[in-house]
């Protein structure tokens, strides 16, 4: 239970969650767990079971594409506040990137298979949770537009 | 400033505004592979003042003229131009070495509402070369440092090769009464710094949206996609200012080239609080 509240503080503490009622937090906290990561520590391997979902507390975290033979190439990175993994919601629930910290990362996990039952249990739950997710992944999908078009490129 | 001194500095030009003034390049620095900066001073030995944020018609003798932001000025009098070389005029001025001389009409239109800002959070925002005509905008406020709330500087970049002022910015994220920050679009494995898009930094930095002052400068498509940011985080336009580039050749609201709606940018710009201008920013072919 002390682990429990001590997690709840935890999402309270973080943008993702801090909005959300205390009742739901204290629920979800059931799915959370607390980590910690060193400097090149991977945290998500591209084409693994995507289990889970993570919050970064503190630190930097690349997402990087592995490319046979070459460099990765490195997409974006996150940072304290961010939100990253939304792969636990699509099918075939595995990790489109490598994410791997550049620095001393803190960040709390979120577990896929704990938060699918308790979103099936309450549908109110699932929808908050999605209505949260939306906006982020919309806004990550425009940053990727505005890359694309290259605005600081070369006109000639 | 207020906004009758600000009109006061928009009107500041020299006696006959088409007649270009010689000036000398008394030093050229290259900043980036395809922009460089010239370090002026009037031939004639007359003073030259200018407001944040204003522009000079630059001649290239034989070549034509450009419209050039400002991007700071030495403590001895010289004036500073930041180009990118993308045609013509900027290919010329480019070629041009210590010695050589310009022609100069100037300086134009109405600058960075830093007198506005006073007292308020101050964002300076830039992607790519906008970061020129935002830096006497940002020796103004850090000069008189005390007169503002939080400054943060947030600038995008499209790699860290295309990084411009490198140095200034670390000067400027050395101090502490100044939140500055940096991401570029694309990097190689190695960068140690941010990688995602201006709007980006936005989210994350702290500042009281209703009581700042955002100036914004970058590509047209940057500088949209920022003052969303900006709204979203709960800005009001009028308290928004962007930069706009339009073709110039007269500087002084006689030949049309630079029509922006029903506004001309060289007199009522090239900066505008975006409520002025939201609805021709969004519309295709102006
Ligand atoms: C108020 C103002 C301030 C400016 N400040 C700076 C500055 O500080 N530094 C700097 O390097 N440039 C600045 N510019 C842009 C600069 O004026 C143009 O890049 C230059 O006139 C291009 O001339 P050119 O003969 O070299 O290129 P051109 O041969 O005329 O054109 C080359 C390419 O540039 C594009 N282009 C031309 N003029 C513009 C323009 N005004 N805006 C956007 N694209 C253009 C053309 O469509 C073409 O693709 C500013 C423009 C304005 C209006
Ligand atoms: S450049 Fe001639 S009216 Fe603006």
């Known amino acids: ?156 | 400033m207020t906004a009758t001194a600000e009109n006061r500095a928009a009107a500041v030009a020299p006696a006959d505004p088409m007649v270009p003034r010689p000036f000398r390049i008394v030093r050229r620095q290259r900043e980036l592979s395809d922009t460089f900066t010239m370090e002026l001073t009037a031939e004639d030995g007359q003073p030259f003042d200018f407001r944040p944020g204003q522009f000079n018609m630059l001649y290239a003798f034989g070549a034509g003229v450009s419209a050039i932001s400002i991007s700071g000025e030495k403590s001895s009098g010289r004036l500073l131009h930041t180009v990118r070389a993308v045609g013509t005029v900027t290919d010329r001025l480019q070629a041009l070495r210590k010695g050589d001389v310009v022609g100069l009409r100037g300086p134009f239109g109405r600058p960075w509402p830093v007198d506005r800002a006073r007292r308020r959070d101050v964002l300076i925002i830039a992607g790519g070369i906008g970061l020129a005509p935002l830096r006497p905008a940002i020796h103004h406020v850090l000069a008189n440092r005390g007169d503002y709330g939080r400054v943060l500087i947030l600038y995008g970049a499209r790699t860290p090769d295309d990084i411009l002022f490198p140095k200034d910015l670390k000067a400027w994220r050395s101090r502490f009464d100044v939140f500055v920050d940096v991401t570029v679009d694309r990097a190689a494995p190695g960068w140690a710094g941010k990688i995602g898009v201006v709007p980006d930094l936005i989210e994350r930095a702290a500042f009281s949206a209703e009581d700042a002052t955002a100036m914004v400068c970058g590509p047209e498509v940057m500088m949209l996609f920022t003052v969303r940011a900006l709204l979203r985080a709960g800005m009001a336009e009028e308290d928004v200012y962007v930069s706009m580039e339009r073709n110039m050749k007269c500087a002084v609201g006689f030949c049309g080239h630079c029509q922006f709606g029903g506004r001309f940018v060289c007199k009522d710009g090239p900066v505008f609080a975006y409520t002025d201008i939201a609805h021709h920013m969004t519309v295709r072919e102006l």
């Open chain 1, 1 to 156: 239970m002390v682990e429990i509240d001590g997690l709840s503080k935890l999402l309270k503490e973080h943008p993702f969650f801090a909005d959300w009622s205390d009742d739901y937090r204290d629920l979800l906290a059931g799915c959370a767990a607390n980590h910690r990561f060193d400097a090149n520590d991977y945290i998500a391997r591209e084409g693994q079971p995507a289990d889970k979902f993570f919050l970064v507390r503190h630190g930097t975290v690349v997402l990087e594409y592995p490319v046979p033979g070459r460099e990765p190439v490195l997409l974006e990175t996150l940072h304290e506040g961010g939100v990253f993994g939304w792969s636990w919601m699509i099918a075939p629930y595995r990790w489109a990137f490598d994410a791997r910290a550049t620095e001393l990362v803190r960040a709390v996990s979120m577990d896929a298979t704990c938060l699918r039952g308790k979103c099936d249990a309450d549908h109110t739950l699932g929808y908050e949770l999605f209505r949260q997710f939306i906006p982020i992944m919309a806004r990550r999908l425009e940053a990727t537009r505005l890359r694309l078009l290259d605005v600081y490129g070369s006109t000639r």
